[in-house]
């Protein structure tokens, strides 16, 4: 048996944290680790005391049919990475990983080629994370540095469909 290397451990920690999601659509895993321990999980789904879409069986970014990666202000779910992020303190984020991935609902395939929305971005930049692996497929990940994301937000680069 060939022993999986590190990050596809944390990003396969990720995708089994991704299926405790609520979302209709999809729903994503974040797992921070810094210095090889796991410093926090986060899933996406409404916040506590509210009902979760699967719950009520209504998503309004689907029955708009909005777009991915747009109109997020219409979910009912926090995202996975903010979740991981509010439930640990900062001091034990400092220059951590955070370990994305994202699941469809509807077949539970990998989705592919998701990045961190920019309001999920900034709270990374200000929890201390260094970077960002986001699962592609099985066998598959990005690393973004978020120092990057630092630089981005400097020059003030955002979008005008933002």
Request: with cysteine; proline share 2%.
């Amino acid at each position: 048996m060939q022993r999986i290397d590190k990050h596809n451990y944390y990003l396969n920690i990720a995708e089994e944290c991704s299926r405790r999601g609520t979302c209709l659509r999809r729903n994503f895993g974040a797992v921070i680790v810094n210095n090889d321990q796991i410093v926090s999980t986060g899933y996406t789904g409404a916040p506590r005391g509210a009902k979760n879409c699967c719950d009520i069986n209504r998503c309004i970014r689907i029955e708009k049919k909005v777009p991915r990666g747009t109109r997020y202000e219409l979910c009912r779910s926090v995202h996975a990475e903010m979740n991981a992020i509010i439930h640990a303190a900062r001091k034990d984020m400092l220059g951590g990983t955070l370990y994305l991935c994202g699941v469809e609902a509807d077949d539970g395939s990998i989705v592919g080629d998701a990045i961190p929305c920019r309001l999920c971005r900034r709270m990374i930049i200000n929890a201390g994370i260094d970077r960002v692996l986001v699962r592609d497929d099985k066998a598959s990940y990005r690393v973004y540095s978020v120092e990057e994301w630092v630089e981005q937000e400097n020059m003030n680069d955002i979008d005008d469909d933002y």
